[in-house]
């Protein structure tokens, strides 16, 4: 009978208590210095048209400096998708940059993000958006997210949804959501850890949202680290899409289904965003809206009005300010949500108009 | 479960500390490693218990019965009932549709019109005999993960009591947790009941040696496993995904790149698994001993998978007569034990393709190895790069889907151009370390004991958890010998 070797290391690595405690602080250190050196560093491009660019809609470590940014720059923060973001134009014709333009200051800021529907929203602003706390914002709520089961995140089949890192991992519990548990313990963990966060941002803006190690393949025989220049891409002035209306696009009318508002987990979200901003010290502003109603089927027109009537309601009730305009001029719409230019000057205009943002 | 992901560290913060409260009762000890193995085990799929359970009733039962039994004829009886439970349900679980895929084939090829059925036929229709509805239970056979590994841990301990070698285990929980202990089930090392059943049975010390070796080990494991391994898995899979799309450099990179990539993923969990142990009290037995060294290919089984080949030279090897049988009958056992280790990692012709490799290679260069000229006159580094070449050659049957993707990747190495590989200057670079680290630690204690300064060991391991901190993804990748 042959004796299995007395167990012994096949390598050398054995340290002692004393070096292990060594190590855990160098960790320590590497984990709590690393971040905050690097945000020094990497300058921080901002300014009245600044929105986070597009390709880096998932680098939630930056967004959180962008706001702490735009609450020391700008007096009101503007939160939403990618309506606030403004997915068919320029920087400078977003719905905050005419806000600032027509109070001839620039107090607000854009801190959309690109699908962040409200279930992420809640998330991105509970676990990355603690520097706006006790500051004045607006909040959009686009209506889109309550659409169909599939955009309220009802189906049961599991599909691949925008911003997985954001939502709420196990409880509520999100049927579509099949992430693995590990995989979900691992978003937890990149919430609570600064070190993470900044791990992914780094792979987000310097190696095209890719590993370093998936890099590498790409570009076999480069330095891995020659892309951390340390200097972050900037926001693009350039259309992501032809800015022209959703008739001349092609887009026909459609029959949405929409929620009821009662049982949409999108709407128990952004219920629970409104009060988790209140909770902070912030004074929050809603827009509803506006929604592109030309696109709709007369029915389904009917029941988003339904929709529409039941989300002023309940913000009537907890006696939060809003606006929910009449939808735009049909010619002013990119598509079903995402007014075009013109929409946006029209609509800060509406929104100025009322005088509810002044009173705050 | 995977050791390296965030399920793992949870399952572990429970059943550490709760162990570290039971540990001085040897029945809660036994009682709760067992619970905790078992959720471990099950977190795959709950049904693999059955199967996980019944291998062991049957096998502690069998023992129980050969110490009753008076004469050596029943004693006999229960063995070969133990050993035809053990190899049926792997049989059936994992070679059925490899053996009826192939008898298949046959039919086809002699026009007999016949065909077998698939392999899950048979469960369901002995089901259907006692009132049960086709494919109530089974739909499909799915191969349990890890189940050539407890299968073979619990066939020793049979094996062994039917020889008198080891004493009857009394406790049905303990031996319960020997099958299944959770940090070596489901991919070793194959433990041996006289090394593993004398730790449960005692009450483990837990030194605070145990506890920083453990830790170190399960660092250097986690580093292979989630840097090396998985690292090297993007180019493997890329080109072995595509053999006919890829010329000669990027095939032969691609198959260095897997040699080291399985040696990783397999040693890397191997190391994990005896740290944990060891952080536990327990001592599990060393399974890899930088095998890229080898000078032989009897050396590098010597240093390869060692719980695996020793269980083949015991029981196998051993009973077959091993060498005190003249020339030709040890070659004729070392060819049929490498054979048998070819077809244990595989059902598929590739496997036994690579058996079949190794075994001529060991019976090929066994006289080389042991020639005075050969071992004193071919440099070392010589020796090393024909070994790790023949190995590498026998890996390309092992990674290859199929035996027409092997012959694919093997006939373009040599008849296409060397193209441009694509080969990350990085992978390449971390290979040649570990390659020299592994080299100056094998080669003398000179150069061994440089390693082992406090410099090179904690900037060691202060670069490994800056890497995985900084640059290695999370990963939720299987191991390779899961599969197994």
Request: proline residues 5%.
């Amino acid at each position: 009978m042959s004796n299995p070797e007395e167990p012994t290391t096949s390598n050398a690595l054995q340290l002692t208590v004393r070096q292990w405690a060594g190590i855990a602080v160098f960790a320590a250190a590497v984990y709590l210095l690393v971040p905050a050196a690097w945000q020094r560093a990497e300058k921080l491009e901002s300014g009245p048209e600044y929105r986070l660019p597009y390709e880096l809609a998932n680098d939630y470590w930056l967004w959180s400096r962008v706001a702490a940014q735009a609450v020391t720059d700008h007096d009101t923060v503007i939160l939403g998708d990618s309506v606030v973001w403004g997915e068919y134009v320029r920087p400078a014709e977003t719905i905050s940059h005419y806000l600032n333009a027509l109070e001839g200051k620039t107090s607000y800021a854009n801190l959309g993000v690109n699908g962040t529907h409200p279930t992420a929203l809640a998330g991105l602003i509970e676990h990355h958006g603690k520097a706006i706390s006790g500051k004045r914002v607006i909040l959009q709520c686009n209506p889109l997210w309550m659409s169909s089961p599939k955009h309220d995140l009802r189906e049961q089949e599991e599909f691949q949804f925008l911003h997985p890192k954001l939502v709420p991992q196990f409880r509520p519990s999100i049927p579509c959501y099949r992430k693995e548990t590990s995989e979900r313990l691992g978003y937890i963990v990149e919430r609570n850890m600064p070190f993470n966060g900044w791990s992914t941002h780094v792979q987000t803006a310097y190696y095209g949202s890719t590993s370093i190690p998936k890099w590498t393949l790409e570009h076999p025989y480069e330095n891995p680290f020659k892309p951390i220049t340390l200097k972050l891409p900037p926001p693009s002035d350039e259309l992501r899409h032809e800015a022209v209306s959703w008739s001349v696009r092609g887009i026909t009318r459609q029959n949405m289904p929409w929620v009821d508002l009662a049982g949409s987990l999108q709407w128990k979200s952004f219920q629970r965003l409104v009060e988790l901003l209140e909770k902070r010290g912030n004074s929050v502003f809603v827009l509803v809206g506006p929604f592109n109603e030309h696109l709709l089927t007369d029915a389904s027109r009917v029941k988003y009005s339904e929709l529409k009537r039941g989300i002023e309601d309940w913000l009537k009730e907890r006696k939060i300010p809003y606006y929910a305009p009449e939808a735009l001029p049909s010619e002013q719409y990119g598509d079903a949500s995402h007014p075009l230019s013109a929409g946006y000057a029209l609509l800060a205009k509406q929104l100025l108009a009322t005088g509810l943002l002044a009173a705050k | 479960m995977l050791f390296h992901t965030w399920v793992f560290a949870v399952f572990f913060l429970i059943v550490f500390p709760v162990y570290l409260l039971v540990k001085n009762n040897n029945r809660w000890m036994n009682l709760w490693l067992m619970i905790a193995s078992y959720v471990f085990y099950g977190w795959w799929n709950p049904s693999y218990l059955l199967l996980l359970f019944g291998t062991s009733a049957i096998d502690y039962l069998m023992v129980v019965f050969m110490e009753k039994s008076e004469s050596k004829r029943t004693k006999k009886l229960w063995l070969i009932i133990s050993l035809v439970s053990n190899f049926g349900f792997l049989a059936f679980f994992k070679y059925s549709h490899f053996i009826t895929d192939n008898i298949n084939w046959i039919f086809t090829h002699l026009h007999w019109g016949v065909q077998l059925p698939d392999p899950v036929a048979y469960p369901n229709w002995a089901i259907s005999l006692f009132g049960g509805g086709q494919g109530w239970l089974f739909t499909a056979v799915v191969l349990p993960i890890g189940i050539s590994f407890h299968t073979f841990q619990s066939m020793s301990y049979t094996i062994d009591a039917y020889y008198g070698n080891i004493q009857t285990e009394r406790s049905f929980v303990r031996f319960l947790t020997f099958v299944s202990f959770f940090p070596q089930l489901v991919a070793g090392p194959i433990e041996r009941a006289s090394n593993l059943l004398p730790q449960l049975q005692g009450r483990p010390v837990i030194t605070r040696d145990d506890v920083v070796n453990g830790m170190a080990l399960f660092l250097v494991g986690f580093f292979k496993k989630v840097a090396l391994a998985d690292y090297l898995a993007l180019y493997v899979d890329k080109v072995y995904g595509a053999p006919g799309d890829h010329q000669s450099g990027a095939l032969l990179l691609a198959t260095i790149a897997f040699a080291w990539q399985i040696y990783f993923d397999f040693s890397g969990y191997t190391d994990m698994a005896r740290g944990l142990a060891q952080i536990m009290g327990f001592r599990l037995m060393l399974n890899f001993n930088n095998p890229y060294v080898a000078t032989g290919l009897g050396d590098f089984w010597g240093r390869w998978h060692i719980s695996l080949s020793t269980w083949f030279k015991d029981y196998v090897y051993f009973p077959l007569g091993g060498n005190r049988k003249g020339k030709s009958r040890t070659y004729f056992n070392m060819f049929v034990t490498m054979l048998i280790s070819g077809i244990w990692h595989g059902a598929a012709w590739t496997f036994v393709i690579w058996g079949l490799l190794h075994a001529i290679g060991r019976i090929g260069t066994r006289e080389l190895e042991s020639a005075a000229w050969y071992r004193e006159r071919v440099p070392r580094f010589v020796k090393q790069v024909l070994v790790f070449s023949f190995v590498c050659l026998a890996w390309i049957f092992f990674r290859a889907p199929t035996v027409t993707d092997a012959w694919t990747i093997l006939t373009r190495m040599f008849t296409t151009g060397w193209g441009d590989p694509q080969f990350p200057v990085l992978m390449g670079v971390l290979i040649v370390v570990v390659w020299l680290y592994e080299e100056l630690f094998a080669n003398g204690p000179r150069t061994r004991s440089w390693l082992e300064g406090d410099v090179v060991r904690v900037g060691m391991a202060a670069a490994m958890v800056l890497w995985l901190a900084v640059v290695a993804q999370p990963s939720t990748q299987s191991f390779i010998y899961f599969q197994f």
